[in-house]
């Protein structure tokens, strides 16, 4: 996710109308993410909102180490993270998948299939889920990982072993054979 440096540098002014242009530049990737970390689509909007409610506040203090998407991501994610937290602390609801319609017959069958990905991801722990999907999902690089989660490079790779073996095992353990 690729900023202009004067959108960023706008909105860390205090410019209203450059935060609304970043806004729309990022909600779909801001979604995005929270929605595959928490596969529910009211859930994953509310954290989108306060993704950027945090982001307003903070932008002031964005120093520009990393990529602006970078420090975006990072919000992102730990807002989804501590929402998912929430919620197991609050007794834990099924995560629910996205209901799409699909019209083409061909296109039945990948929904299927992503949809029972969707369902194996939101089984994997809170910390594991949200490296493999940074990881395998947004292609980041394991040290853009590591940054946006501040672990370090070496729990990034450990814990998106751990996430791959645990998904075969879900996957073979639903007859799915892997």
């Known amino acids: 996710m690729d900023l202009p440096l ?3 540098e706008r909105c860390r002014a205090g410019d209203r ?8 530049e990022t909600h779909g990737a801001v979604y ?3 929605l595959r970390i928490l596969g529910d ?7 989108t909102q306060e993704v950027y409610l945090r982001v307003w506040r903070g932008i002031k203090g964005f120093r520009g180490d990393s990529s602006f998407g970078t ?12 929402a998912l937290k929430a919620r197991r602390r609050l007794g834990g609801i099924a995560a629910q998948l996205p209901e799409e319609s699909w019209e083409e017959e061909g296109k039945v069958l990948a929904k299927l299939e992503a949809e029972r990905l969707e369902s194996l991801i939101s089984r994997l722990p809170p910390s594991q889920r949200a490296v493999l999907v940074l990881r395998d999902i947004y292609d ?3 040290e853009e990982v590591a940054r946006m989660l501040g672990i370090s490079p070496g729990a990034v790779k450990v814990r998106l072993f751990r996430a791959r073996q645990r998904l075969r ?10």
Request: hydrophobic share 45%; glycine share 20%; charged share 30%.
């Open 32 to 34: 995005g993410l929270a």
């Open 140 to 142: 980041l690089g394991g």
């Open 41 to 47: 689509r009211e859930e994953a909007e509310d954290v």
């Open 17 to 24: 109308r450059a935060f609304e242009e970043l806004v729309r």
């Open 71 to 82: 420090w975006l991501y990072r919000v992102a994610a730990n807002v989804a993270l501590n």
């Open 169 to 178: 095992e879900l996957a073979g353990g639903e007859g799915g054979g892997g």
């Open 6 to 8: 004067e959108l960023v």
